[in-house]
């Protein structure tokens, strides 16, 4: 049982970035997926939310109209699509089961910078 992320990366201001994260072990369309992150002394926050289908997304204020959560069943994969990057979005990102029993990916570093 785990998830995997991969997709960061250094980019400058303005640019973007696709995050993946791939699931294995347990029956990936039935739960929500979240994205989150955690910057350099500050503590990990929730970027993004997808339900278990997919009809339901949610965002935090800072990345929305910015930040898109999406997901392939099909693949047991769910993606977040970045545009207009910013310095402060620079942080590890990381993927997480929604619903208990709680699991993380590893996470994969994100920095913004010219």
């Known amino acids: 049982v785990q998830l995997v992320e991969s997709g960061g990366g250094l980019v400058q201001p303005g640019g973007s970035l696709r995050l993946s994260c791939a699931a294995s072990?347990?029956?990936?369309?039935?739960?929500?997926m979240s994205w989150y992150r955690q910057a350099p002394g500050k503590e990990r926050e929730s970027v993004a939310y997808i339900s278990s289908t997919g009809g339901t997304t949610n965002y935090a204020d800072s990345v929305k109209g910015r930040f898109t959560i999406s997901r392939d069943n099909g693949k047991n994969t769910v993606y977040l699509q970045m545009n207009s990057l910013k310095p402060e979005d620079t942080a590890v990102y990381y993927c997480?089961?929604?619903?208990?029993?709680?699991?993380w990916g590893q996470g994969t570093q994100v920095t913004v910078s010219s």
């Open positions: 072990g347990f029956p990936f369309s039935s739960y929500g």
């Open positions: 997480k089961r929604a619903s208990l029993p709680t699991l």
